[in-house]
């Protein structure tokens, strides 16, 4: 295959406006709707050295799309859709694409405040991050410290959050600051396979592989104090952990058999992430404050609202890599912030910064109300493990502070910072666009790699 077929440099694209780009519907027989790019030049160059542009133009031909097939400012080449693509179709006439979600269904990041600061972790950092480690089983094929039986997890996933505050895996008030209030209606366990049962059972409470991780961050700037001050982040230099995992062989599977309802996967629950707190700084998690801001999904199918040519229509929103970023005032967002807009995570590559943005009324009208979900890749795996070692970013990021646990030398190569793009970028873009909020800037001190 040439590198021109392995790239979308052929394809036009119009600059409509800041930071927004478009290959009109004439391009290619069977489009529906125009596709378009949110990104500056810098990151459209990047989109254009792989397959980025082209799937998007391939999600235009989807039966009862609306509007526009969408890539977000972190885009990049997947299968089916891009990393980063958004569609909403039709709920009636349209269909729901399990390219449009991805594998890792209900894949997302949950972050969580404490009222530590660096001076109070830097001591026993190193012994937090072994501990979180030992505590949480990550790597490919990694199994939980909850051992169910198939029965049992149709339970969880129809229950959800409900669930895990009945076995004591979360407080009562968590479901205020999560998504959907952990729980999705009308899930329906029997539209999965023995075979996706029997792959998830044993792996709930553990991390995964590939690029999921926990890490201890510190706030480094907060560009909106009244909105973190609602999202109880209340000064810079302060402790935060970030976790961003999925539904391990659950939703892997279940995304191999074609299923239609691709909403419903388990989502993470920091099962033993407190107690590890708990036991290195010899304190109650209630003493060091620790609470979820936020949880929110980066790999789902939704059936929502969205005005459609000034009218409320019915649609199923498809965000694969890509987070909603609903605004103040909207009935979904919780009530605990909905006065500020929906939080919104987006990680970094490993060593370099993570962000919180918030929702706006702008990305209602240009995205579905939705936004990036991190800093997108920019060299494949192969490539990265070729170009880097393992042990080499490991003392180079531990020269910088950082202390790095992995379940592998080779998990860090493919997860080199340099394999991404420019986080800040990204969130920038966001930010200039009206799609996210700025918020807060945080930076890892502590990485528990998969």
């Known amino acids: 295959m ?19 780009w478009e290959v009109a519907p004439d391009f290619q027989p069977g489009m529906k ?21 082209q799937q998007c133009v391939n999600v235009t031909h989807l039966d009862g799309i609306y509007n526009y097939a969408i890539t977000m400012p972190d885009g990049h080449e997947g299968y089916g859709f891009p990393i980063g693509g958004v569609a909403a179709t039709d709920y009636d006439e349209g269909l729901i694409s399990p390219g449009g979600v991805g594998y890792d269904i209900n894949c997302g990041v949950r972050l969580i405040r404490t009222n530590l600061t660096e001076e109070d972790v830097r001591p026993s950092l190193a012994k937090l991050v072994d501990t979180i480690f030992n505590f949480i089983p990550s790597g490919l094929g990694s199994r939980g410290q909850i051992r169910l039986t198939p029965m049992e997890l149709d339970k969880a996933v129809t229950d959800g959050l409900d669930w895990a505050i009945d ?53 480094n700037k907060i560009f909106d104090k009244h909105t973190a001050e609602r999202l109880g982040i209340h000064k810079e230099g302060h402790i935060l952990v ?5 539904s391990r062989g659950y939703g892997h599977q279940t995304c191999s058999d074609y299923l239609k309802v691709m909403e419903r996967a388990i989502g993470k629950y920091n099962v033993r992430l407190r107690q590890a707190f708990e036991k290195v700084f010899q304190r109650t998690a209630d003493s060091m ?20 040519d000034g009218k409320p229509t019915k649609v199923i929103v498809h965000r694969k890599g890509a987070t909603r970023a609903f605004p103040p005032g909207h009935p979904d967002v919780p ?3 909905r006065d500020v807009g929906q939080p919104v995570l987006i990680p970094g590559s ?57 379940a592998s030398m080779e998990v860090l190569a493919e997860e080199a910072p340099e394999a991404y793009k420019d986080v800040d970028r990204v969130a920038e873009v966001s930010h200039q666009l009206g799609i996210g909020r700025k918020v807060v800037r945080m930076t890892p001190i502590g990485v528990a790699k998969g």
């Open 335 to 337: 009530s605990e912030y």
């Open 242 to 246: 970030l976790i961003h995992t999925g």
């Open 33 to 53: 709707v125009p596709a378009r790019i949110y990104a500056d030049e810098d990151l459209l160059a990047k989109m254009r050295t792989d397959r980025t542009i």
């Open 167 to 219: 076995k004591g895996y979360a407080w009562p008030e968590d479901p205020r600051t999560i998504e959907e209030e952990g729980c999705m209606e009308a899930a329906d366990p029997s539209k999965v396979s023995n075979n996706a049962r029997s792959r998830g059972a044993p792996q709930l409470g553990s991390l995964g592989s590939g690029n999921h991780f926990i890490e201890i961050e510190r706030a």
């Open 2 to 20: 040439s590198s021109a077929s392995r790239s979308s440099s052929n394809i036009p694209l119009t600059r409509v406006a800041e930071n927004i």
């Open 289 to 308: 404050d620790m609470r979820i801001v936020y949880d929110v999904c980066h790999n789902v199918a939704k059936v929502e609202s969205h005005k459609i």
């Open 350 to 406: 490993m060593g370099t910064s993570s962000w919180v943005l918030v929702g706006t009324p702008k990305a209602m009208e240009l995205s579905f109300g939705t936004t990036a979900h991190g800093a997108g890749r920019f060299m494949s795996r192969s490539a990265a493990k070729r170009k880097w070692r393992g042990a080499e970013l490991k003392r180079s990021l531990e020269s910088r502070g950082i202390v790095i646990r992995a």
